[in-house]
């Protein structure tokens, strides 16, 4: 059974260490936030201005100054913090972040990742995206493993516009958890009753599958 | 101390012409300059160039001012919520720069501190650093990235003195403050404007000095984009 | 949330070696790193190079690794108050890199936000600009400076929480929070340290992102170098 | 009659305009906070973070944590703000500060200015002053004419270290007002009683005399 969009944050949860500050981007990222591991302490930034970022305010306390990067209105835990938006890029340049996760449309064996724009189409903006790419030292993509039409999201190379080049580490989709090294994609883990053909029927990059691959753990 | 107050909004814009680059704080609708977008719209000033990390929605933000035609190019690192935006630009009318978010910030806060320009990684090997320096520091890559050059910069505070200094609240904050003193005049408006004095020195945000002219804005709607709540238990 | 509280000096110094890069911040004996200084002279920690606006007195502050002769090179932009500095450097023993002062708050403030370098225009033509890459933009001529590498930060905050966001009072601030962030780890002591959640989201100068450890300092001396007052009328 | 420190200091306020913010050296330019013209408002901007300086505080409130960028414990005045160095640098390099005015040790005839180290005997740093003159738009100096030696400090080349290049406009010194222009000084004042051929003696860079010059009113 291919993963459910919440049951593929719940596999990226399990990415989270103690004492991580994380970005999450907008979609399926945002979900991860609901799946911490036990007895580790980690914390959101929200990458408009926000450290500490909470659950959903209680419905009559939302406040229109205070929202996420996804426009959505959120609260601010104890011990968070607000600032600007040059300290916000400052703490993610500067590698204060330990981990991004976010969406894509496409991703390549050597880590490039497009996400923003489909020429002619779709013109809505990088956002941080790019800031975000180029700095993370571990990024994970969230995404499903095909689009719509059912091609491959996993590439050879990217047709889009990029967001980044040569900056995904680790990929988890509704079929399987990927890592890239060395120009390919290594199959990690499969998703509950989804066999390696069906992963490698769906890849269109350079598969490679080192032994038995075990199914994750959820 | 030197007064930075003007009477209203009409007395803040004064020297706003077309074709002039504007800078406008807020993120999404959150801390945008209601009263300076409301006042460059009943001015019709036009063909101006607006660096705004949004341009609003339809009916709101600065996108009174497209809907009216008046801007004729945008910097931007996201527009995704604004219908007809869209349309102008992917039929031509509007031209648009699509910038990174960190490097909008960091264009606006070079401008405030007298950087020429940048080194940053973002955007290398994309079509955002396509026709620019880039350059090798230590085995990695970097785009050269120029600081804006803007005639007014219009943000909003949640306080204000007249001195000019500046204390915003929550994520109102965002690109407010970078864009103080980025532009050859910099316009702030305030929910509440108190006297010099009024404010914590230790406390302020953003020192007067990056100001021109503040005044209290007349009202603020704030809309929300994205009403996410926790239901009451 | 996150904690970053250390149970004293001791612990906050642990992996501190010889011949390390240290910031610490202050300026001139204001808001210095009082209890990390002292721990530093304690443990003997030798050869280092020292980033600090300025070198102390002969017998406070950084004066006090300098008499001990802790310190192989200090990187500072003023050290006129201080005379065995002046004897050691002119011997030729202390190692002295003279940096504009604002060159240097940019310098930490570049390692902090992931900038790899800057131009700036302070030195351009001086002996401070000698072999540095020099170039012109828009007619005026700028200096590329790097961005600092230090293994650990020493900063002195008013209040603290236990996330690590810091609170500064007063000219303390200074060079303290753009050297937060600036090396692979920052130690933050403060007068007061309270728990997550005391203090104002709004009102943080620096957010615990950019500080690893943090400890309530001993006792602070607060030494004034210039006590000028105007006489009780 | 040569001018004293606080006389020269005085001339200097006159150069003050309404709504600058200005930066203070230490030695004779602190003085000049005292000669602030009727009618206007300034505001003095102490680099090591501090905007809206106040006088020294009254006997027994001083605060160690707050000083100027001398290290003399001052007060904030109502309006004031407090900030950190990379921020103060901000103002002075985006030339949001309207004058500066500080000592010398030289000063040449194109605008050099010397005053932060003379090789061999004084290294006490240049602190703030390359990022002020590199910056400044408006830079006055304030000095004595000659040095205890009794040679002139206002040179056709700097022989000391520069601190700046090109920079000054306008220097006031114990015997006069002068302005450089197209690469000479241009004599613009007298001190009361002190005649052009004094000026002209103690001068050793080119001295343009354009005329009748008047003396300076105090």
Known sequence: ?218 | MINKTVKNVTEALVGVTDNMTLMLGGFGLCGIPENAIKELVKRKVSNVTCISNNAGVDDFGLGLLLQNKQIKKMISSYVGENDEFERQMLSGELEVELTPQGTLAEKCRASQAGFPAFYTPAGFGTEVAEGKETREFDGKMYVLEPAFKSDFSFVKAWKGDTSGNLIFKGTARNFNPCMCGASTITVAEVEELVPAGALDPNQIHIPGIFVQRIFQGEKYEKRIEQRTVTPKS
């Open chain 1, 1 to 218: 059974m291919a993963l459910t969009k919440n049951q593929i944050a719940q596999r990226i949860a399990q990415e989270l260490r103690d004492k991580w500050y994380v970005n999450l981007g907008i979609g399926i990222p945002t979900l991860v936030a609901n799946y911490i591991p036990e007895g580790i302490e980690v914390e959101f930034q929200s990458e408009n201005g926000l450290l500490g970022m909470g659950p959903f305010p209680i419905e009559g306390t939302e406040d229109a100054d205070l929202i996420n990067a996804g426009k959505q209105t959120v609260t601010v835990l104890d011990g968070g913090s607000i600032f600007d938006s040059a300290t916000s890029f400052a703490m993610i340049r500067g590698q204060h972040v330990q981990l991004t996760v976010l969406g894509a449309m496409e991703v390549a064996q050597n880590g490039d990742i497009a996400n923003w724009k489909i020429p002619g189409k779709m013109v809505k903006g990088m956002g941080g995206a790019m800031d975000l790419v180029a700095s993370a030292e571990n990024i994970i993509v969230a995404m499903m493993h095909t689009n719509k039409r059912g091609e491959s999201k996993l590439l050879k190379e990217c047709s889009l516009p990029l967001t980044g080049v040569g900056c995904v580490t680790k990929i988890v989709t509704n079929l399987a958890v990927l890592e890239i090294k060395n120009n390919v994609f290594h199959l990690l883990e499969r998703a509950p009753g989804v066999t390696v053909e069906e992963i490698k029927k769906a890849t269109e990059g350079t598969l490679v599958i080192d032994g038995q691959i075990p199914e994750m753990r959820l």
